[in-house]
């Protein structure tokens, strides 16, 4: 059974910073791209950030872009969610995700392309 555990989550004023890892069970991590989604309070799930298998090629959402930063180091078998600049709408429970496909060259932003998910991590940002 593959796990995803995200940490890294907790409460930081607006303008802080805050990095989420995402550590995974199995040995063929490298093999898939990689995502981050978050979910605020009475929101449906939002797609964040998704990172290739080989690290070489990432995709932001708008509202994110400038300000997060999405990583992998595949011999620790992480992903990384460096979050910069936060605002108050950043709030959420983030979650990564592994998609379903191997060494895919299309990076999505769509939940039902992710079949494996972390149980998430709180972040909270103060104004």
């Known amino acids: 059974q593959v796990q995803l555990v995200e940490s890294g989550g907790g409460l930081v004023q607006a303008g802080g910073s805050l990095r989420l890892s995402c550590a995974a069970s199995e040995r063929t991590f490298s093999s898939y791209n990689m995502a981050w989604f978050r979910q605020a309070p009475g929101k449906g799930r939002e797609f964040v950030e998704a990172?290739?298998?080989?690290?070489?090629?990432?995709y932001s959402a708008d509202s994110v872009k400038g300000r997060f930063t999405i990583s992998r180091d595949n011999a620790k078998n992480t992903v990384y969610l460096q979050m910069n600049s936060l605002k108050p709408e950043d709030t959420a429970v983030y979650y990564c995700?592994?998609?379903?496909?191997?060494?895919?060259?299309?990076?999505?932003?769509?939940?039902?392309?992710?079949?494996?998910w972390g149980q998430g991590t709180q972040v909270t940002v103060s104004s």
């Open positions: 990172i290739s298998w080989n690290g070489g090629t990432t």
């Open positions: 995700a592994r998609a379903y496909v191997t060494y895919s060259d299309r990076l999505s932003p769509l939940e039902y392309d992710y079949v494996v």
